[in-house]
């Protein structure tokens, strides 16, 4: 909490500027910061840029333009499973376009989109470094390689929206 501010305040704002006393020293704090946030609670809260601005004495627009820029941060929270693949040049070669167009398929929603019942939200993600076993899909936060439609079924089929893993 910044010098002079004063304790109280909604559990979101006391969170978040307990996010940023552990990262204030840091260069460049903004980041781990947003990462906490979002890793808490699943997504960064449009609410949270006065605070994040007023505490690192940056404007409103420097962290808003942090959050649009990196893709990973949300705005609002995944609905039921989070799916995403890697469209990086090797998952590329190794099929991961035809796993997009299956995984749009089958889960009714675009890249970029949640199904119209809330059940999945699909992403795209340029590259979890695991290159060598492309294409790689993340489930509710658990990376799997070398995956295929039958084998992409079966890791939506196991997972629970209860358990998820949020990636920051």
């Known amino acids: 909490m910044k010098p002079g501010a004063m304790a109280g305040g909604s559990p979101l704002e006391q969170r978040v500027r307990s996010a940023v006393a552990a990262h204030r020293a840091d260069r460049g704090a903004?980041?781990?910061i947003l990462h906490d946030i979002?890793?808490?609670f699943g997504f960064v809260d449009p609410s949270v840029v006065p605070i994040l601005a007023d505490e690192l004495n940056l404007s409103r627009a420097e962290v808003f333009g942090v959050i649009s820029f990196?893709?990973?941060?949300?705005?609002?929270?995944?609905?039921g499973t989070l799916?995403?693949?890697c469209r990086a040049e090797a998952c590329k070669a190794a099929g991961a376009d035809e796993l997009v167009e299956h995984a749009k398929r089958t889960l009714n929603t675009d890249v970029?989109?949640?199904?119209p019942d809330r059940s999945a939200t699909l992403e795209q993600v340029f590259c979890f470094g695991n290159c060598a076993l492309g294409p790689?899909?993340?489930v509710n936060g658990q990376v799997s390689g070398r995956v295929d439609a039958k084998r992409f079924d079966a890791l939506v089929a196991k997972a629970s929206?209860?358990?998820r893993t949020v990636r920051a």
């Open 30 to 32: 903004l980041l781990p």
């Open 38 to 40: 979002q890793a808490e």
């Open 70 to 79: 990196y893709h990973d941060f949300r705005e609002t929270p995944a609905a």
């Open 83 to 85: 799916v995403r693949i």
């Open 112 to 115: 970029g989109a949640t199904a």
């Open 136 to 138: 790689t899909v993340e």
């Open 161 to 163: 929206p209860n358990d």
